[in-house]
């Protein structure tokens, strides 16, 4: 299926033939859905802190910083702001001129709020001569819209939201980029010194660079911090290869093979090529303003000192089996740290002998560890925590996505349904195994769980090839915690008007 030309396109990508060959014969195949044994829920999977133990957790916390580890911030920040103004885009292809749709009133009547409010006056008084409010006054509305989202405005249709200002303050307007690298020196300094690590596509990677060499010095002076701060972007091997609705490769009008980006899920790679003990994962659009951030950091602060602890208590059973000198005893300690603490089941533990078991929790105990915070489930769209059966027969917690659960098992629809809680994709991982040596996370991915979506090019339609995401099945195989976290602690930004909201509010 694949010519000589072929083979030299993926030579000059850096992808091996065999691997295009097994996407393109998983979209033959497609994917299993997962079998799932119940949905987390308080006391089934997922953890509430009251605020004793929280304290707890965070003075570990406080501790474990004060040591000198190596903690990193990983940001996933190469997604395009275009959804977010899918609205105002109809509004500018609509056959009327004033606002007439809800969302429309909405962004109109507050559009003096947003915090980039003065810089698309400013771009209206360059471009057409005349500010946001005397536009209005002449029922030019959509010049306004034309400043916000065209390339001689603002250019915010083509921005990565990371370089949009969410919020206002007296002196200035903060970016996500800036809210992250604040964030970064209030839980996730050591010995004086924050890192953060931002994915960025490479056509904006310049906007980037430009905007931390400017806002960077002063940053670090007004925190008492030293950032650092670095940039990576997708690999380009790995790119997933597209496929006619025959499942044959979709060719360009060139007749090369056409590649697509494979989903955050390529990060896995970025996150493992990092030098870190611990990482924390937020969304480029989860933050919020200063006045807000006391509660978000404190259960930052938590759930890194609930991994601290829960991972050295694991890397103590692995030194001990290490030894060869234990009892019956201490083996049951283990099970039951792996079954109450990782939530891990397995039927027919009890018939194991002990070496068989001993074999088995060294498996579970010697792999990467994320505690991932999740809020009540309030109507957001996406993934939930889930206690799901692996390929070994055991069962773990999970992170899925409606799209990995089939909608023909009335039980499992259910599940997903009624389900108390949500993934707001908040994360702290423990990258490095007992001997301190990094894992390699690309093991811990499980090659079952992507999924193949459907888009179009050129007017042409074609099937796109998913890699199992982050935070779903490229953490398929890490040890997870679920822990409780509050609803103050989400505030993702997924349209223009979210921006109105009290918590991005000034």
């Known amino acids: ?50 605020e004793v133990e929280r304290q707890k957790m965070i003075d570990r916390w406080l501790q474990y910083k004060a040591e000198g580890h190596h903690i990193t911030k990983f940001v996933p920040a190469s997604g395009a702001a275009s959804r977010m103004f899918k609205n105002m885009f109809d509004f500018l292809s609509a056959d009327y001129d004033v606002p007439t749709t809800d969302f429309e009133k909405k962004y109109f009547e507050g559009i003096h709020r947003f915090a980039f409010f003065p810089a698309l006056d400013d771009a209206c008084h360059v471009n057409c001569g005349m500010g946001v409010d005397a536009l209005m006054a002449e029922g030019r509305y959509k010049d306004v819209v034309e400043n916000m989202l065209g390339e001689e405005g603002l250019d915010y249709g083509r921005l990565p939201k990371g ?98 980006p494979g989903g955050h899920g390529a990060l896995i790679q970025n996150l493992g090529d990092l030098e870190s003990d611990v990482v924390f994962i937020k969304n480029i659009d989860n933050v919020v303003p200063d006045r807000l951030k006391d509660d978000m950091v404190a259960w930052k602060q938590a759930m890194a000192g609930l991994l601290v602890e829960k991972q050295e208590q694991a890397f103590s059973y692995l030194r001990l089996l290490d030894t060869g000198k234990y009892s019956h005893e201490q083996v049951m300690d283990m099970v039951r ?41 309030v109507g957001e769209a996406g993934g939930g ?95 997870t915690i679920f822990v409780e976290v509050p609803l103050s602690t989400f505030n993702p930004v997924k349209s223009v008007n979210d921006l109105l909201r009290e918590q991005h509010l000034g």
């Open 337 to 377: 740290f792996v079954r109450h603490d990782m939530c891990v089941s397995m039927e027919g533990l009890k018939d194991m002998e002990d070496a068989e078991l001993v074999t088995f929790l060294r498996g579970k105990l010697n792999r990467p560890m994320r505690v991932a915070g999740v809020v009540r489930n």
């Open 163 to 260: 370089l949009l200002q969410f919020h206002a303050y007296p002196e200035e307007a903060r970016t996500p980029v800036e809210e992250h690298l604040v964030e970064a020196a209030q839980y996730a300094a050591s010995d004086g010194k924050a890192e953060v690590h931002f994915t960025v596509s490479g056509e904006h990677r310049e906007a980037f660079e430009d905007l931390l060499s400017f806002v960077l010095p002063d940053y670090e002076k007004r925190y008492g911090v030293k950032l650092n701060v670095s940039l990576s972007e997708q690999k380009a091997s790995t790119d997933t290869v597209a496929a006619n609705m025959d499942n044959t490769p979709f060719r360009t009008e060139e007749g090369r093979l056409l590649f697509r």
């Open 385 to 479: 925590p889930f206690l799901a059966y692996n390929r070994d027969g055991s069962a773990s917690p999970q992170i899925l996505e409606s799209s990995q659960i089939d909608n023909n098992n009335a039980r499992y629809v259910e599940m997903f349904q009624k389900g108390t809680h949500f993934n707001p994709v908040d994360l702290v991982c423990g990258i490095r195994d007992y001997k301190g040596n990094k894992f390699d996370l690309q093991k811990y991915v499980d090659p079952e769980t992507g999924f193949i979506s459907f888009k179009s090019k050129n007017g042409k339609e074609l099937k796109a090839l998913e890699l199992p995401g982050l935070w779903n099945g490229a953490m398929s195989d890490w040890n």
């Open 1 to 50: 299926m694949l010519t000589n030309e072929d083979c030299q396109q993926l030579k000059q990508r850096g992808m091996a033939p065999e691997v295009v060959e097994q996407q393109l014969a998983r979209f033959e195949q497609g994917f299993p859905f997962l079998r799932l044994l119940s949905a987390a829920a308080i006391g089934q999977g997922i953890k509430a802190l009251d």
